[in-house]
């Protein structure tokens, strides 16, 4: 992944890798940006793959202290394409 | 009301009228003994509890095979006679650990832990300790008194520790609420809160891990010569929140007296492969698991099944 994703492409991976993870029952379609990312399905255990696999896929560090004030989706894409922007 | 209680009280509204009384049955025998062991000296406390280990290791044959051939596969000892003594002393031990644990948790305040816990702390762990911004992520074990560990840590630094709830819901409620205490406070294994552990670490506080006990989902490692499943909840936590790891303990040296041990602060960085990453780190907690145990063989609990 590099920096050039705009949010479209941006937004798709990120529910490409959600889609991925194996032990969560969600259709990504419902997904929107203003979807509460504690309403996806996380538990406190596949959360963390799916945290360590975004560092992954975009190739950032995250800073873990913003994501747990993050609340939406839309929260999580503005703070990969500021990470992603720099 | 948390969500976790939000659980529990679920649970008690489901429960079939004769398992919900039994339940309440047992929720009442253990007020009462909370009760008893609250006015009774301790030295008396211990003292039955020493027979009541005694007897519980005569009576209980299967367990008690059980934990005799931990000990001698762990090559603590190749003497049974040695194996069945280290065996009887853990189930004392267990017995002793959960009298104390209790009435600590009545009798320990920020004013008077230190009377009976000595705090023997890697230099670097204190420090970490002594920053209110930095999360520590604690792996720990059965052995010693977990419960005072936690509480005496909790004097420190708050700390949340990670546990199963117990089936009996009355139970489960009493029992986190007896164990929560100012700075100590009690998070269910699948907690409603998928950012709570690592909430935990980022706002400055300690999480504590019990790692030692068998993990369905979890990877084998090896402990004491023999594949073991471990959770590696532990080793994602820190590899995402880069949080430094502890293995701490808590070491009982007389009635009611603890010691409070750590290794180093460990830290490790991604190499690219998140198998092999966190492999390497369960297996190093794991393996200071076993050196503790190695060292405290009585105070190990080998009665429950690491190895299946």
């Given amino acids: 992944m590099t920096a050039d994703l705009g949010r479209d492409e941006l937004r798709t991976a990120l529910a490409e890798l959600i889609a991925s993870q194996p032990d969560l029952e969600v259709d990504v379609k419902v997904i929107e940006e203003t979807t509460k990312i504690e309403d996806i399905g996380f538990d406190s255990i596949s959360i963390l793959d799916f945290m360590y696999e975004i560092e992954g896929k975009f190739g950032i560090e995250l800073a873990v202290r913003d994501l747990v004030e993050m609340v939406q989706v839309k929260d999580l894409l503005d703070h990969l394409e500021g990470k992603l922007a720099k | ?308």
């Fill in chain 2, 1 to 308: 009301m948390s969500e976790a209680d939000s659980s529990v009280r679920q649970d008690q509204t489901t429960l079939n009228p004769v398992v919900k009384a039994w339940c309440y049955v047992q929720y009442l025998l253990f007020r009462a003994l909370l009760f008893v062991l609250g006015v009774m000296p301790l030295g008396v406390s211990l003292g039955i509890m020493s027979g009541l280990a005694r007897v519980a290791f005569l009576v209980l044959r299967t367990r008690r095979r059980h934990t005799i051939e931990n000990v001698l596969q762990s090559s603590i000892t190749d003497d049974p006679r040695e194996a069945k003594r280290i065996a009887a002393a853990a189930f004392r031990t267990f017995l002793i650990m959960i009298t104390e644990a209790m009435i600590a948790r009545q009798r320990l305040s920020a004013a008077n832990w230190k009377d009976h816990v000595q705090v023997n702390l890697h230099p670097e762990v204190r420090e970490l300790l002594n920053d209110p911004d930095q999360g520590v992520l604690v792996a720990t074990a059965h052995v010693g008194n977990w419960e005072i560990l936690a509480r005496a840590a909790s004097m420190v630094k708050p700390l949340r520790a990670i546990y199963r709830p117990f089936n009996n819901p009355y139970f489960d409620e009493a029992i986190r609420q007896d164990r929560e205490g100012e700075n100590l406070t009690l998070i269910a294994k699948y907690d409603a809160d998928p950012m709570r552990f690592i909430r935990t670490l980022t706002e400055g506080e300690v999480l504590a891990i019990m790692i030692d006990q068998h993990a369905g989902n979890g990877i084998y490692v090896d402990f004491f010569g023999r594949p073991a499943k471990t959770t590696t909840t532990v080793a994602m936590l820190h590899l995402v929140t880069r949080v430094p790891l502890v293995v701490a303990y808590a070491v009982r040296t007389g009635p009611l007296q603890y010691e409070l041990r750590s290794g180093p602060p460990l830290t490790f960085k991604r190499s690219g492969n998140r198998e092999n990453d966190v492999r390497e780190i369960t297996q190093t907690l794991t393996r200071g698991i076993e050196d503790i145990a190695r060292e405290h063989p009585e105070q190990y609990m080998w009665g429950h099944r690491r190895w299946k």
